[in-house]
């Protein structure tokens, strides 16, 4: 500011206070003074609230009086309430209060709350004003210089500070800001020090040294120096944050927790303050509370690497793998390769199915961790289940990699190896028991492995092996006795599951196993006896009933079971499994429409098991259900998209609909995660039907010459020769194919490939051959029918009749038949075929032109104009109809609405010419 105040300005403003209060005394039930002083009583019993009351009264009463508002804004500072403290105190110096007197205040209000551009502008030396209060003064000016970067004047403003002639602890403050402006920091900071002995509770001393050690890297000392701070000073809120962010960043989160919660508790929205405290309560192990704090932060604009890292980890610990994956996916990319965050992001999408992005993180984990080679080989099962087996062998090759694997591990790791393979699966498997030979989950997982790779002398030394280290296990005596009945040594098979019926933990595996031994020797009475003794105190045993029906379906006697399973399933509906064997029960006796009807309630998710999405699809597929069962493919691919069943479903709902598009991009999608020839041959075969012979080409001649042989594969290169113009070469091909599948599509290539080759009367002959042994074959039907019109109408007549047997909605073929009927005489067949024609496609203008021609043979032309009519204001791309119109006009004598048609049109063809014409000489235009 620096503002001169002379004296007589002060002098003839306190005289008319003085008049002006006076004044007021005389009118008013109190005065300014009365207002004062109990203001001034108010504040020395530490009643502020009432104490700003009865000032704000004075200064209602008097704005222009300065004392109230000076005292207002001295009450304001005392109780950190700066920016009200500025706003006063300034008013006040306006209305002639003594500079001396507030520019000290004022300046504090200013420091405290960083208006530094305003404390840059003080007069540290107004009139009146102490030599300590100048350096106090000067000092903040000095500090809001520097940070407002004004260092020029910082410097002038410092050699002036110098020559002020005080012991007070300001000067030494100042004195110690050459070493800041110079940037020597640790002759500051030893400056500060010193003046801290001088000063020990004074703020400011603390403050910079605070900073100072900060500066200094000494990140204890300068909490240290901050603790007393707040103590001495406990409503700084700004200096107790910046204590408790050190605090955090220090990992002293014992004594930043009371920090943080006392902050919270002025604004508990607060998103750096969330954050503190959902680090500290996540190390304190309260993860919920954490993630609760950290989403608030993130909720609240903080989004750095540490919220998201710590929210992650915290949602990670209590399960919520969605809120895991969520806010780790948000950091992932910045995170160091090999990082835990990786591992928890992977699981978690591992958690929520989604294993194509979990394959993508977990390449960027080394496998270094303990619990690496779980979560590899958990990642490669979900992704073979899904199909993806280039991913599942990438995880298979990182377990593998992983050096300290424990027995559990490597056994799951054989299992994965197995599914995919790859034999060593069983060197692995061996392994594992070998190590942890008290493990029955190992154990049984190399007694199956080796049952299902043929290896029963093997299985045999396993099994007796763990029958010794475990005697009181049944489970080991079963896979024996199994093995037995396999080499049909019965005896030996009966003693040992009767020694397994005495121990506990296998009732049902030795159930199951007698039934097989008295299957083995071909006693099935004894059989179903047995079953049907299990199922009483086990119903519901899906393993048993199926081993019921196969027991009964041999004696044609499978009736009993489907009763019995529809009875168990009307007070069960809920159990899959139970529906999912009668589904199947039904499918094998050729009960379609009951298999669906079972199966419509169920929609399928994740959880379902993979056999209803087999049956329901077959069976919506042999009912013909087109629209179900693009729905039901639709929906298991979305699923599974690898899954090779649902794949092929949704081909040959693809197929069927003609979409070859969608077809092809499948079949690439798939192969880009599951190398597998028969989808490649698909693949091939979609780009034949796009008309696409080159990559085709690439998947045909990639394939062995046995490959080459099967008839759907012939198919496929009758259609790359036909794309390549060698119809000679395609003939053959094509021949074959169709012998093997006499379907529409090969039909009609064959006729494609007779006609190119100039063989048209061979072409037509098999044509007729072919509709007359496949007569639902409406497609061929309906190329024949128009092959027949050139050289025999009424044959061409009856092949459409037949047609519309069939398909009684075909526009096509009514369209034809009416027209053919017309061309024939017979009018009332054909008007009857082209109406049913119109009502299908009402906007088709040749089938509206073929209706108005055999209403205007049959003498109602008002009819026929009126269907032109009604299509007239739509394009008409046929000249014939358009000129149709026309001509009906003028026979109507309508000849300016026909003169406007003709203008309103362009005609290039020479036939139309020459019909305007002839149109326009017959009717004089």
């Not at 959880?607 to 087109?626: C, D, H, Y």
């Not at 490939?753 to 007359?772: C, N, P, R, Y």
């Not at 055999?854 to 791309?877: F, M, N, V």
């Amino acid at each position: 500011m620096n503002k001169k105040y002379p004296q007589q300005i002060f002098k003839r403003s306190s005289i008319a206070v003085l008049l002006l209060s006076s004044l007021l005394t005389g009118c008013g039930d109190k005065s300014i003074d009365a207002h004062l002083e109990d203001a001034r009583a108010y504040v020395q019993n530490q009643n502020n609230a009432a104490a700003i009351v009865e000032y704000k009264n004075a200064i209602q009463m008097d704005p222009n009086a300065a004392v109230p508002r000076f005292e207002l804004g001295r009450l304001y500072l005392q109780n950190d309430n700066y920016v009200s403290a500025e706003k006063e105190l300034n008013k006040a110096l306006e209305l002639g209060h003594p500079a001396s007197e507030v520019i000290p205040l004022l300046s504090v209000a200013y420091q405290q709350s960083g208006a530094e551009n305003a404390l840059g502008e003080v007069d540290y030396r107004a009139e009146g004003m102490t030599t300590v209060e100048s350096a106090e003064v000067g000092f903040y000016k000095l500090q809001a210089l520097v940070q407002l970067e004004k260092l020029a004047e910082a410097e002038a403003l410092l050699d002036d500070l110098l020559t002020l002639d005080t012991q007070s602890v300001y000067k030494g403050l100042i004195e110690s800001y050459q070493y800041v402006l110079s940037e020597d920091y640790t002759q500051a900071l030893s400056a500060t020090e010193a003046l801290r002995e001088q000063a020990p509770s004074n703020k400011d001393v603390l403050l910079q040294l605070a900073r100072l050690y900060l500066l200094e890297q000494k990140q204890v000392e300068a909490i240290g120096v901050y603790e007393d701070y707040t103590k001495a000073y406990p409503k700084d809120v700004t200096s107790k944050f910046a204590y408790a962010a050190l605090l955090i960043e220090q990992r002293d989160l014992e004594r930043a927790e009371p920090v943080v919660d006392e902050l919270l508790t002025l604004n508990e929205a607060h998103p750096l303050l969330n954050t503190f405290k959902g680090i500290i309560e996540s190390a304190n192990g309260n993860h919920a509370k954490a993630l609760a704090h950290l989403e608030t932060a993130v909720q609240n604009g903080r989004n750095d690497q540490v919220v998201r890292l710590v929210a992650g980890f915290s949602a990670y610990q209590i399960q919520d793998f969605e809120a895991a994956q969520r806010h780790l996916t948000m950091v992932a990319s910045r995170l160091p390769e090999n990082h835990p965050g990786l591992r928890m992001l992977a699981d978690s999408m591992l958690q929520l199915g989604e294993n194509d992005e979990a394959l993508a993180v977990l390449n960027r984990v080394e496998g270094g961790a303990t619990t690496d080679a779980a979560l590899f080989s958990k990642a490669g099962y979900q992704l073979l289940r899904e199909g993806n087996v280039l991913g599942a062998k990438q995880m298979v090759e990182k377990t593998e990699a992983v050096v300290d694997t424990s027995p559990e591990d490597l056994a799951r790791l054989g299992v994965l190896q197995l599914s995919l393979n790859d034999v060593t699966g069983l060197v692995n498997i061996e392994e594992a028991v070998q190590r942890a030979p008290e493990s029955t989950a190992s154990q049984n997982t190399l007694l199956r492995a080796y049952i299902a790779t043929g290896e029963l002398d093997k299985a045999k030394v396993a099994a007796s092996e763990w029958r010794d280290q475990a005697p009181t296990e049944a489970l080991p005596l079963v896979y024996l006795a199994s093995i037995a009945i396999v080499e049909e040594d019965f005896t030996t098979a009966t003693d040992l599951l009767n020694s397994a019926q005495k121990l506990e933990g296998a009732d049902k595996e030795v159930a199951y196993a007698k039934v097989k031994l008295l299957i083995a020797q071909k006693q099935f009475a004894d059989a179903v006896t047995l079953v049907k003794s299990h199922l009483k105190d086990n119903p519901s045993d899906v393993q048993a009933l199926t081993m019921w029906y196969a027991l009964e379906a041999r004696e044609n006697n499978d009736g009993v079971v489907v009763d019995y399973l529809e009875k168990q399933l009307a007070t069960q509906s809920a159990d899959i499994d139970l529906r999912l064997l009668l589904a199947r029960i039904y499918s094998r006796m050729g009960e379609v429409a009951k298999n669906n009807s079972l199966l419509a309630s169920v929609e399928g998710d994740e959880s379902t098991p993979m056999a209803f999405w087999n049956l329901k699809g077959q069976g919506l597929i042999r009912a013909n259900e087109v629209g179900k069962a693009k729905a039901l493919f639709e929906r298991w691919v979305a699923f599974y998209p690898q899954d090779k069943n649902a794949v092929l479903g949704m081909l040959l709902i693809l197929d069927s609909e003609n979409n070859y598009r969608d077809g092809l991009a499948l079949t690439e999608k798939v192969l880009a995660k599951r190398p597998d020839a028969q989808i490649s041959l698909l693949k091939a075969y979609f780009h034949a039907m796009m008309g696409q012979s080159k990559p085709a080409w690439e998947v045909v001649n990639g394939t062995s010459d046995e490959v080459q042989a099967l008839p759907f594969v012939r198919g496929i290169l009758a259609r790359l020769y036909v794309i390549d113009k060698q119809p000679e070469q395609a003939l053959e091909h094509a021949e074959v194919a169709y012998e093997a599948t006499p379907n529409s599509d090969m039909a009609l290539l064959m006729v494609a490939i007779l006609e190119m080759t100039g063989k048209q009367a061979e072409a037509l002959s098999f044509l007729e051959k072919h509709v007359d042994k496949t007569p639902d074959d409406v497609r061929s039907a309906m190329l024949l029918a128009e092959r027949q019109i050139g050289s025999d109408k009424e044959t061409a007549i009856a092949t459409y009749e037949t047609i519309l047997t069939k398909t009684p909605d075909n526009f096509v073929v009514l369209n034809n038949l009416a027209f053919l009927s017309f061309q024939n005489g017979n009018l009332d067949k054909a008007e009857t075929m082209a109406k049913k024609a119109v009502s299908l496609q009402p906007e088709n203008a040749d089938s509206v032109d073929t209706l108005a021609q055999i209403l205007i043979a049959k003498g109602d032309k008002e009819a026929a104009l009126k269907l032109y009519s009604d299509i007239a204001t739509r394009p008409i791309l046929n000249d014939e109809v358009y000129l149709n119109h026309v001509e009906l006009l003028l026979q109507m004598d309508k000849q300016a609405l026909a003169k406007r048609r003709l203008a309103s049109r362009e005609f290039e063809k020479e036939v139309s010419l020459q019909r305007i014409v002839t149109l326009k000489t017959s009717y004089g235009l």
